[in-house]
Each structure stands twice: as structure tokens, then as C-alpha cells.
């Protein structure tokens, strides 16, 4: 009886480890990942307004069809990356992710930023040349620390009316984001 159990407990300890291993590296395996769903729309250095939703169309990304998206690929190691405009007066969010679609750093109009979008991002050495005042940034620039090169940046505006929703569209698109120019 004693053999009977040790197989059965060495079975399920096996077990429990081979399926965690698959859990843990299927997600490495895959050919379409989060990175690579969103360089599919060349948005590098530029904010592109991404297409609306349509009930019953795919929908690759899980977007919600009643708001207006802008996204926007970076690559910190071509410098430091800024966004810079003016968003409509309604409810916006903006998110940076990385490579693995995790974000690192979130906002909303209603942090008390208002409608201006004044964003630096950096990587940790970019930041270090800031702490030791070797690069210039404008005065009012929120500072975020990247911990990897490669992000991007998705914009979330809500028109409050659907006829809106084009103007919305164009002042989003009017979002300056890349290296400084």
C-alpha cells in the first residue's frame, strides 16, 4: 500500500512540474504576441489613430468600440521619447507597455493633468544624465522611467456623442510622440 501511495504522490508531484514548465513557456512560444500585433501598425515615432471597432469584426487588441485609440511605438535607444499636445475637454487615459503588453506607467486627465499631454519617457540611463542635469528638459514635463527601450503608448479618448468622434480623432492624431525634433 505504502509503494501504491509513493507512486501516486510522485505522479502528481511530476505532473505538477511538467505543467507548470508548459504553462510557463507556451506564452514564449508564441509567433503572435502583444508586440507584435501592435508593430503590425507602424506607429513608430508617430501616433496613429487606430481603426474603429465594428460589432461582429475581429477585434485582435480587446478594444472597447466607444472610445477613439492613438497608438504610438518608441525605441528609447534612439533617445529619449516625448508626447506632447492638447486632448479634447472629456475623459482621456493614456498607458505605456512594453514588449510584453504589461504596463509600466498610466494616466488620466483626472490626475489633475488636464487636457495638455507633456510626457517624457526615459530608460535608466537617460534618467541618470537627468539626476546629473546633462540633458535640458521643458519646465512642467512629467518624467517617467521606462525599464526597458523598447515600449508603446496607447492614447484612450471618450467623446461624449459619436459625432464627435472624428474631431476627437484629429486632435489625437495632432499628438506629437518620438525623439525631440
Request: charged share 20%; aromatic share 6%.
Amino acid at each position: 500500500m505504502t509503494r501504491v501511495i509513493l507512486w501516486l504522490l510522485g505522479g502528481v508531484l511530476l505532473g505538477g512540474i511538467i505543467h507548470i514548465l508548459v504553462i510557463l513557456t507556451l506564452p514564449m512560444l508564441a509567433d503572435e504576441t502583444t508586440w507584435s500585433r501592435v508593430s503590425a501598425f507602424e506607429a513608430k515615432n508617430r501616433m496613429l489613430i487606430l481603426p474603429a471597432v465594428e460589432a461582429g469584426q475581429p477585434n485582435p487588441l480587446g478594444l472597447d468600440p466607444e472610445l477613439v485609440y492613438g497608438l504610438c511605438q518608441v525605441d528609447l535607444d534612439e533617445g529619449p521619447a516625448y508626447l506632447r499636445g492638447m486632448l479634447p475637454d472629456a475623459f482621456w487615459s493614456l498607458a505605456l507597455f512594453n514588449e510584453a503588453g504589461a504596463v509600466i506607467y498610466s494616466t488620466t486627465n483626472r490626475d489633475g493633468i488636464g487636457q495638455t499631454v507633456d510626457l517624457g519617457i526615459f530608460n535608466a540611463a537617460q534618467t541618470r544624465l537627468l539626476a546629473q542635469q546633462q540633458l535640458d528638459i521643458d519646465e512642467g514635463l512629467l518624467v517617467v522611467e521606462a525599464p526597458a527601450d523598447n515600449l508603446f503608448v496607447l492614447v484612450r479618448l471618450s467623446p461624449p456623442h459619436e459625432v464627435m468622434r472624428a474631431r476627437f480623432a484629429e486632435r489625437l492624431a495632432a499628438i506629437q510622440c518620438g525623439p525631440r525634433r
